[in-house]
């Protein structure tokens, strides 16, 4: 079989073209793997479950005898230990769990700063 010879530029701007489509599909289009939409979608779920989680949180912080004193502490920690502020205080410890919701608390400190 004898190939025509202006077939082999064309095969290799083909090739060519597929691969710079890919990149920029990967890099701006917006593509993604399917790792990367596992880790997307871990990441959702558990910024779903926090927030869910959250408004008893709040309530738990908010029915605190010393909550108006514990809000003006919440509001000097810096930005980056509030969350640890609130697991501290033991808000963001469900009923049934033995530990707290790291995340939960996170976002229960933003909640109460109206942030």
């Given at each position: 079989m004898v190939i025509p010879v202006e077939?082999?530029?064309a095969l290799w701007g083909a090739v060519a073209g597929a691969v710079a489509l890919a990149i920029l599909g990967f890099k701006f289009g917006g593509w993604a793997t399917a790792g990367q939409l596992e880790v997307i979608?871990?990441?959702r779920?558990?910024?779903a479950v926090a927030?869910?989680?959250s408004p008893f949180c709040v309530d738990k912080f908010n029915r605190d005898a010393g909550h108006v004193a514990n809000l003006a502490a919440l509001k000097k920690a810096d930005s980056w230990m509030q969350g640890d502020f609130i697991e501290?205080?033991?808000w963001a410890t469900l009923p049934g769990a033995k530990e707290a919701n790291?995340?939960?608390a996170g976002v229960c400190a933003k909640t109460l700063l109206g942030v």
């Open positions: 077939t082999k530029p979608g871990a990441q779920a558990k910024l927030t869910a989680l501290k205080g033991g790291s995340d939960a």
